[in-house]
């Protein structure tokens, strides 16, 4: 819980809907010189309503600021609420979030599985305790308003620092454009988010029925259409090597249907006798071997 309006809407309203069951943890990545004096002031909300608060300290690894920090909250809130002995995380994000990220991906032409957004249920990554978002019908003005109503001085938008550049060029786009409306967006997401549902469960059904996998080779007769293709090939060169792009595995699946052998992410695929295709992993080079 930031501090911010979002979060404070969801722990009054969790609070309402749960009186007593309710726990309140502030992750302070340390990036912003602002964030410890924000977490202390949740903390010291959550006193003042006797809801047990946790702040969790952590250090954000190298690399890619948002995914590690990202990754980094979850897994201190997994632990954190592991051993408080809670059933489930709960995040605020909300319908506008949800279309800013709808409309992000749309703009880096991503897959139905990108533009479906974050779900309404899930798992925590890495773990398998469930994450809601129980405010995805919510929009973020509403949740001010409610804020508002209760007397509680939130911190103001603590997130633009924290926020992608790509993100905060969306969100002002949004606010300044009166023809497209975030609930909306966000519902065509949800809808998207079903769909998704449907190709997983097309995708484990073809996996059942169509591939084989032993110790050194995997092999899939394919009969469902491209969509579920794609994943199957995905998958099987994620099991043997490594996770290659979408865009990737499409031009190797592009020169097995057009009867081509093909190399990827250190997989080769090849064509059995019966029209099936097998992947396996690619041996490795000798030592001074050369390719021609």
């Excluded at 609070?15 to 977490?39: C, F, I, Q, Y």
Aim: contains cysteine; aromatic residues 4%; proline residues 5%.
């Amino acid at each position: 819980m930031s501090g911010g309006p979002d979060s404070l809407a969801l722990l009054l309203l969790a609070e309402a809907v749960m009186p007593g069951k309710v726990e309140v943890a502030t992750v302070d990545h340390g990036l912003r010189s602002a964030s410890a004096s924000e977490a202390a002031m949740v903390a010291e909300l959550c006193a003042g309503h006797g809801i047990p608060h946790e702040i969790l300290p952590v250090q954000v690894p190298q690399g890619n600021l948002q995914d590690m920090a990202r990754l980094a909250r979850y897994r201190a809130l997994h632990a954190w609420a592991t051993r408080r002995g809670l059933g489930a995380i709960a995040t605020a994000h909300h319908a506008d979030d949800q279309a800013e990220t709808l409309i992000m991906r749309l703009n880096r032409a991503s897959g139905i599985a990108g533009l479906a957004g974050v779900r309404l249920r899930t798992v925590v990554p890495g773990a398998d305790m469930p994450l809601l978002r129980p405010l995805l019908g919510w929009r973020r003005a509403d949740l001010g308003e409610l804020v508002n109503a209760a007397g509680l001085d939130a911190v103001q938008d603590p997130s633009n620092e924290d926020l992608r550049f790509d993100r905060v060029k969306v969100r002002k786009a949004l606010e300044t454009c009166d023809w497209l409306d975030p609930a909306a967006l966000a519902m065509s997401a949800s809808h998207l988010a079903d769909a998704e549902g449907v190709l997983q469960w097309a995708t484990q059904r073809e996996w059942a029925e169509c591939v084989q996998a032993s110790e050194d080779a995997i092999v899939y007769r394919p009969l469902a259409p491209a969509a579920i293709r794609l994943r199957i090939v995905g998958r099987a060169i994620a099991l043997l090597s490594g996770v290659p792009r979408g865009g990737e595995v499409a031009k190797l699946i592009a020169r097995l249907t057009a009867g081509r052998d093909g190399t990827l992410a250190g997989v080769v695929a090849r064509h059995g006798p019966s029209g099936e295709w097998v992947f396996r992993k690619e041996p490795p080079r000798r030592a001074g071997s050369n390719r021609h």
